[in-house]
């Protein structure tokens, strides 16, 4: 059965989407699950990319978003929604994850605008039709 979690980011640091969305991406690694985490396109997944280098001194994330490489990390940074042979995937881009009943888990990142959480309202509306009760999780300044 598939678990869908909208995280609500509540926090206006410029940096609160991506050191959750990292967070997340570290504790895949740690239980070597492979992820794949949607980026919106090239720019956004290399800036997330170097990121994820130096997001914590105390916390290394192997991650590759070279697709040769994808066998020697647990996450792979990608553009493609609709990308196979994932059962864990992190969504950055706020498009919909096709196929979500073959997925594991969707982890859905929701920036704090109001633009972003409409979308996000129309995938959680989405997935319901899919048969999957998604779930949220409030996200504030106090989780870092």
């Known amino acids: 059965m598939t678990t869908i979690t909208f995280h609500l980011i509540n926090d206006n640091a410029d940096d609160a989407f991506w050191y959750h969305a990292a967070e997340l991406c570290a504790e895949r690694a740690e239980n070597d699950q492979l992820t794949y985490v949607v980026c919106a396109n090239?720019?956004?997944?290399?800036?997330?990319?170097?990121?994820?280098?130096?997001?914590?001194?105390?916390?290394?994330v192997p991650h590759t978003a070279d697709p040769d490489d994808v066998e020697f990390a647990p996450v792979f940074i990608g553009t493609q929604p609709?990308?196979?042979?994932f059962s864990y995937v992190i969504n950055l881009s706020g498009k919909l994850i096709e196929q979500p009943a073959s997925?594991?888990?969707?982890?859905?990142?929701?920036?704090?605008?109001?633009?972003?959480?409409n979308s996000a309202r129309e995938r959680w509306r989405h997935y319901k039709t899919q048969g999957i009760n998604p779930t949220h999780r409030?996200?504030?300044a106090d989780t870092k």
Do not use: C, K, N
């Open 42 to 60: 090239h720019e956004h997944a290399d800036g997330f990319d170097e990121y994820l280098w130096g997001y914590r001194s105390d916390r290394f």
């Open 103 to 117: 997925r594991t888990m969707i982890d859905e990142i929701i920036p704090a605008d109001e633009q972003a959480r």
């Open 138 to 140: 409030a996200v504030g």
């Open 82 to 85: 609709a990308a196979g042979g």
